[in-house]
DNA sequence: TCCATATTTCTAGTATCATCGAAATAACGG
DNA sequence: CCGTTATTTCGATGATACTAGAAATATGGA
């Protein structure tokens, strides 16, 4: 990943309205929201928000797809991967015993504990 | 983590120049880096990257201390840690298998493949 | 004490960003 | 085709951020 990307996407992060947004993406998974449902969801303006989508999307961290008349944002979870790896790369000169092996940390918190089924039902969509 | 606290850090690194030091020190590990060290590998104006690190440290993602006449920078692992955790919690519902894993895939690239030596050997400080 | 070195604060010019009302566009259902 | 709903673009305003020279401060060594 290159450097400015990286800058890009973080940027698009660095901004209360719009980390809101992704979080809800995140929780929302592959499938994505469509824009009014978000907006709707945290009480947005319509102009706000489209501001804010594009912004997301400009940085390829979201990607849009147009369904009916409805338009589904969703987290691309290969880049927002990407994104992770390029801030960990090279820790510690290589040895994750130096540090404190950020990422194991982060994936030990990422989804809480629980009994894994295999097939969740969808609801949305 | 509030979301403050994460827009906050995220604005630190949304900065090309800040990024830049950032990755440096996460290279140098948990000893951190000399301002002047910096200053001289990143070849940024003494008045610039002193914005910078002062940007950086006041997100509390990067850490200061002095020793002698130099002042010592360094990751702040454990919140870098939390950081990525903001980003991933509940991701896809709690079911990682939704996604891609993200902190999974993440985690694969973290460190290069390696001979795990046990006790590295320091080189800097 | 005094100089050299490390780092920060001050300052000011320029650039970029966030917000949101109003108007425009697009796509559906009838 | 027309009204309705979803979403975007435009435009203006206020706020915040980046840069770096110059001056100030602090620390250590002679």
Redesign the pocket.
């Known amino acids: 990943m290159e450097i400015k990307t990286a800058v890009l996407a973080l940027?698009a992060l660095a901004?209360?309205?719009?980390l809101t947004i992704f979080r809800l993406l995140v929780e929302a998974g592959p499938e994505g929201l469509?824009?009014?449902?978000i907006?709707e969801t945290l009480k947005?303006?319509?102009?706000?928000?489209?501001?804010?989508?594009?912004?997301l999307a400009r940085t390829g961290l979201v990607s849009?797809k147009?369904e009916?008349?409805?338009?589904y944002y969703a987290v691309d979870f290969e880049r927002m991967a990407d994104l992770m790896t390029y801030l960990t790369q090279n820790c510690c000169q290589g040895m994750p015993q130096e540090c404190l092996t950020v990422v194991e940390t982060a994936l030990g918190r990422c989804c809480p504990p629980q009994s894994k089924s295999k097939k969740p039902k969808r609801t949305r969509r």
Not at 34 to 37: L, S
Not at 44 to 55: D, W
């Open positions: 940027g901004q209360e309205t719009r469509a824009a009014g449902c907006g947005v303006p319509g102009a706000t928000l489209s501001f804010h989508l594009k912004e849009s147009q009916k008349q409805f338009i």
